[in-house]
Nanobody, 120 residues
Framework: QVQLVESGGGLVQPGGSLRLSCAAS????????MGWYRQCPGKRRELVAA???????NYKDSVKDRFTISRDNAKNTVYLQMNSLKPEDTAVYYC??????????????WGQGTQVTVSS
């Protein structure tokens, strides 16, 4: 069963931008705090941004002031606008439930993720 489908990744040069989308087929989607996780090769998944039902957000320092998480509850969709991308942002990006403290609290089966590659 597909619950989370990420899209929008790709290859971009340093300083470029991408906008990721996550379509969530989750009952009562609007009640969950949602987040974007990323996983670099050889590292564990890390929650880098979270957004509550009402739109409160928080970010890891590594992406703060460059990434913006948002949601459209009517469309059951979460977005991640990524600007000023750096090579160290290269990772597979996933969405799932999350928390504003950025501890990482996934509730659902992971989707396939979307690859973001930042390289000249």
């Amino acid at each position: 069963q597909v619950q989370l489908v990420e899209s929008g990744g790709g290859l971009v040069q340093p300083g470029g931008s991408l906008r990721l989308s996550c379509a969530a087929s989750i009952r009562f989607f609007s009640t969950y705090t949602m987040g974007w996780y990323r996983q670099c090769p050889g590292k564990r998944r890390e929650l880098v941004a979270a957004v509550t039902r009402g739109g409160s957000t928080n970010y890891k320092d590594s992406v703060k002031d460059r990434f913006t998480i948002s949601r459209d509850n009517a469309k059951n969709t979460v977005y991640l606008q990524m600007n000023s991308l750096k090579p160290e942002d290269t990772a597979v990006y996933y969405c799932n439930t999350g928390d504003l403290l950025l501890r990482g609290t996934p509730s659902f089966t992971w989707g396939q993720g979307t690859q973001v590659t930042v390289s000249s």
